[in-house]
Nanobody, 122 residues
């Protein structure tokens, strides 16, 4: 399975971005998917996840601002980021879990995308 993340960029505080992650293969609908981010000098952290059945979860700092969704017909998971803050600046990674759920720890995932840079200016 290959994951291709896209949609990052430079945006002003308060703006929005939509990240997408496209997966190869025929079993995408069975995967749990997650988005993580890593800022310079910090550990990679969980941002949002979605199970194969569509249940979602978010880290507290993005609740109410970010939404995650999936389109199984297009093998794609998306992260809509609104009301962006400078502290959201990071490289964002998508990840897939063959167990069908999402996990807040990175060890729960079998496949990772290459990352896409999100920079929020103040």
């Amino acid at each position: 399975v290959q994951l291709q993340a896209s949609g990052g960029g430079l945006v002003q505080a308060g703006g929005s971005l939509r990240l997408s992650c496209k997966a190869s293969g025929r079993t995408f609908s069975s995967y749990g998917m997650g988005w993580f981010r890593q800022a310079p000098g910090k550990e990679r952290e969980f941002v949002a996840g979605i199970t194969r059945s569509g249940s979602t979860g978010f880290t507290d700092s993005v609740k109410g601002r970010f939404t995650i969704s999936r389109d199984n017909a297009k093998n794609t998971v998306s992260l809509q980021m609104n009301s962006l803050k400078p502290e959201d600046t990071a490289v964002y990674y998508c990840a897939a879990s063959t167990m069908g759920s999402y996990y807040t720890g990175s060890r729960g995932y079998n496949y990772w995308g290459q990352g896409t840079q999100v920079t929020v200016s103040s």
